[in-house]
């Protein structure tokens, strides 16, 4: 699924998460031989405005860094922003940035329909809009979206519960085990145009063995809208996880917890320590961003699983992007129908994702730069 001048860019990935963006085919030498780089006709340097989220989930901050440092390196300036979370300041960062005149916009959206005033500005402005990782909805101008294969992401994270609980086998294939086990789920924040995508990938894949009566929901909690966590918090995710507890569990087990993102699951663990779960008897927890809090947990069997989306890659495709558009291109698209926004459907490359237990640690993580041992042992830089 990823292209060959992603490949190129992949390959030159540095242990501190930077792109070699300029080399092989990628952003700035390759398919835009001729080209003027980060110039313009007159020779002034063209400017990307890039537009975080926050910076209190790791990912982003590498998400961030890896961007700039992709695009700086195809010749760009940057104008690179954190909006800490907060919706009025994402608005205001991004009016900024197209009032100041930046030539494309890169965005990773707070919240997916809040946007609107912001892309009819830069549409008027002829800035093409790159919605980074999360949909924007409901606004036509947005040009392109760089994603992962959410709903595979689902999948594969009702995969790795499965597989955890020991109902299918390394290939997926099943196993006969017959339970039951009790399972809870969650979801992430309601405002993520993503959060709907992990759940569906998911709640599809389980359905059968839930219908079958091999997992049961103790809880009776399996729409949506009971199980999402707004803001994808690790505290209202504790919180949930506590009334759970609470409510269902004082006299049964719960033997599986559907996670939908690391910092949820560290939530879930900690309520789950609070009741008297041990370590090393721990439910299987899903997540996803191979934070590397925990990956640590990961490693020391508390955590059962994590989906890896290696943002490098993002990142990188996001330059390409750019690059193509600052050069007069449509980059290339390889899904142009599942994200639909409400007012068109919008060009989409989506990347593969990976499940990480224990053993992909070192394969998938360290050996590929992602991570050192040392991080991995220590849980953080």
């Known amino acids: 699924m990823i292209s060959k001048k992603l490949s190129a860019i992949a390959a030159g990935l540095t242990l501190s998460l930077t792109l070699a963006a300029c080399s ?28 975080m989220p926050t910076q209190t989930s790791e990912r982003w901050i590498a998400d ?25 300041k994402q608005q205001q960062q991004i009016d900024q940035m197209v009032a100041q005149g930046v030539d494309a916009l890169i965005i990773a959206s707070i919240d997916g329909t809040a946007l609107s005033t912001q ?6 402005a002829n800035i ?52 039951p086990f009790n399972i809870e789920l969650f979801a992430g924040s309601p405002d993520d145009n993503n959060a709907t995508f992990f759940f569906n990938g998911a709640v599809d894949t389980l359905k059968p063995f839930i219908d079958a009566g091999t ?46 993102f690391d910092g949820i699951s560290r939530g879930i663990i900690t309520a789950l320590r609070g009741v008297g779960y041990a370590d090393n008897a721990m439910p299987v927890i899903t997540g996803q961003d191979a934070e590397i809090a925990s990956v640590k947990l990961i490693n ?42 409400g007012v068109k459907v919008v060009p989409s490359f989506l990347l593969e994702s990976d499940i990480v237990f224990k053993d992909d640690i070192k394969p998938l993580l360290i050996d590929s730069g992602y991570f050192t041992q040392e991080q991995v042992d220590k849980g953080g830089n």
């Open 24 to 51: 092989g085919g990628g952003a700035g030498s390759g398919s835009n031989e001729g080209s003027n780089g980060g110039a313009t006709g007159d020779g002034e340097q063209k400017t990307v405005g890039v537009a």
């Open 119 to 124: 892309l009819d500005a830069a549409g008027a």
């Open 300 to 341: 020391d069997g508390i955590q059962s699983s994590t989906i890896f989306k290696d943002t490098r890659k993002l990142a990188a495709q996001s330059v390409l992007a750019a690059t193509d558009y600052l050069n007069g291109k449509e980059p290339e698209a390889n899904d142009t129908k599942t994200y639909d926004n």
């Open 128 to 179: 093409p809009v790159i919605a980074y990782d999360r949909l924007i909805n409901g606004n036509e101008n947005v040009d392109f979206y760089v994603t992962f294969d959410n709903y595979s992401v689902g999948v594969q994270q009702a995969t790795a519960l499965l597989r955890g609980l020991g109902l299918v086998d390394a290939d997926g294939k099943e196993t006969g085990e017959k339970g």
């Open 215 to 260: 997992l049961k929901v103790a809880s009776g909690q399996t729409e949506f809208g009971q199980v999402a966590i707004q803001r994808w918090s690790q505290d209202e995710a504790q919180k949930r996880m506590d009334n759970l507890l609470a409510s269902t569990y004082q006299s049964e087990k719960v033997h599986g917890v559907l996670s939908p």
């Open 64 to 88: 961030g860094d890896a961007v700039k440092k992709g695009l700086e390196e195809a010749g760009y300036k940057v104008e690179l922003q954190f909006a800490g979370d907060d919706i009025p």
